[in-house]
C-alpha cells in the first residue's frame, strides 16, 4: 500500500493527533496536554529516534498546531470531504515548505523523504506528515484514513488491513463495542 517511509509518517500523524487534540478517547473526554506537559507528549508521539533535546517548548507548540490541522484533514476525508482536506493539506504543505529530497540511511538504497524549508524538527515532522497525508488523501487510499466510530471516541487511525474493514482506534474501542451489542442482545432475548 504505503512504502515504508509514507507509513512511519501516517503513524506519527495519528500519534501527534491523538496526543495532542481535545475530545475524547475510548469513552471519556480527553484534554489535550498543555502548558509543561506539552512538551513530554510530543516527545512520546514522535519516533524513539528522536532526540528530546532537540524540542523546545515553542517547536512543541507547533507541532500541536499542526495535530489541529491534521485532526481536520481525518475528519474530512472520514466525512468524504476530500476537497476540504486538500485545502488544508495545501495550506500546510506550503507553511511548511514541504518537499522532497533523496536521502540515503547507512545499509539501506537512496529513498525519498520529505522536508520542511527548514530543518528544525517542528518544521520536519510536519511537512513530512502533511506530504504523506497528502499522498494518501490524493490516492485511492484516501478512505484509509478514519475516525474511530466507537461512542464517545474521536482519536483516529490509518487502517493498514487487507480488506480495508477498520473502524475503531484501537482494539480497546473495538472490545467496547461489540461488548456492548452482546450486552443489548442479551437484553433483547430477557
Same mark, same amino acid.
Given at each position: 500500500?504505503?512504502?515504508?517511509?509514507?507509513? *512511519?509518517?501516517?503513524?506519527?500523524?495519528? @500519534?501527534?493527533? +491523538?496526543?495532542? *487534540?481535545?475530545g475524547s478517547r475510548r469513552g471519556r473526554p480527553f484534554s489535550a496536554p498543555r #502548558?509543561?506537559? /506539552?512538551?513530554?507528549?510530543?516527545?512520546?508521539?514522535?519516533?524513539?529516534?528522536? +532526540?528530546?533535546?532537540?524540542?523546545?517548548?515553542?517547536?512543541?507548540?507547533?507541532?500541536?498546531?499542526?495535530?489541529?490541522?491534521? $485532526?481536520?484533514?481525518?475528519?474530512?476525508?472520514? #466525512? #468524504?470531504?476530500?476537497?476540504?482536506?486538500?485545502? *488544508?493539506?495545501?495550506? /500546510?504543505?506550503?507553511? *511548511?515548505?514541504? $518537499?522532497? &529530497?533523496?536521502?540515503?540511511?547507512?545499509?539501506?538504497?537512496?529513498?525519498?523523504?520529505?522536508?520542511?524549508?527548514?530543518?528544525?524538527?517542528?518544521?520536519?515532522?510536519?511537512?513530512?506528515?502533511?506530504?504523506? /497525508?497528502?499522498?494518501?488523501?490524493? @490516492?485511492?487510499?484516501?478512505?484509509? /484514513?478514519?475516525?474511530?466510530?466507537?461512542?464517545?471516541?474521536?482519536?483516529?487511525?490509518?487502517? +493498514?488491513?487487507?480488506?480495508?474493514?477498520?473502524?475503531?482506534?484501537?482494539?480497546?474501542?473495538? @472490545?467496547?463495542? =461489540?461488548?456492548?451489542?452482546?450486552?443489548?442482545? =442479551?437484553?433483547? &432475548?430477557?
Amino acid at each position: 500500500m504505503f512504502d515504508s517511509h509514507v507509513v *512511519t509518517l501516517l503513524d506519527v500523524s495519528v @500519534s501527534l493527533v +491523538n496526543a495532542l *487534540t481535545d475530545g475524547s478517547r475510548r469513552g471519556r473526554p480527553f484534554s489535550a496536554p498543555r #502548558g509543561e506537559a /506539552l512538551h513530554g507528549a510530543v516527545v512520546a508521539a514522535l519516533p524513539s529516534a528522536t +532526540n528530546p533535546g532537540d524540542l523546545d517548548q515553542e517547536q512543541a507548540a507547533y507541532l500541536a498546531r499542526t495535530a489541529h490541522q491534521m $485532526r481536520s484533514v481525518f475528519e474530512a476525508v472520514d #466525512g #468524504g470531504h476530500i476537497d476540504d482536506a486538500a485545502g *488544508t493539506l495545501n495550506v /500546510l504543505l506550503r507553511s *511548511t515548505g514541504a $518537499r522532497p &529530497q533523496m536521502d540515503r540511511v547507512p545499509g539501506e538504497p537512496w529513498q525519498v523523504h520529505f522536508h520542511g524549508a527548514d530543518d528544525s524538527l517542528a518544521v520536519g515532522w510536519s511537512a513530512g506528515c502533511a506530504t504523506a /497525508l497528502a499522498l494518501a488523501a490524493g @490516492s485511492e487510499l484516501a478512505g484509509r /484514513l478514519g475516525v474511530c466510530q466507537a461512542p464517545q471516541c474521536d482519536r483516529v487511525y490509518v487502517d +493498514n488491513s487487507r480488506n480495508a474493514v477498520r473502524q475503531f482506534c484501537s482494539t480497546a474501542c473495538q @472490545s467496547r463495542v =461489540k461488548a456492548a451489542a452482546f450486552r443489548a442482545r =442479551k437484553a433483547r &432475548q430477557r
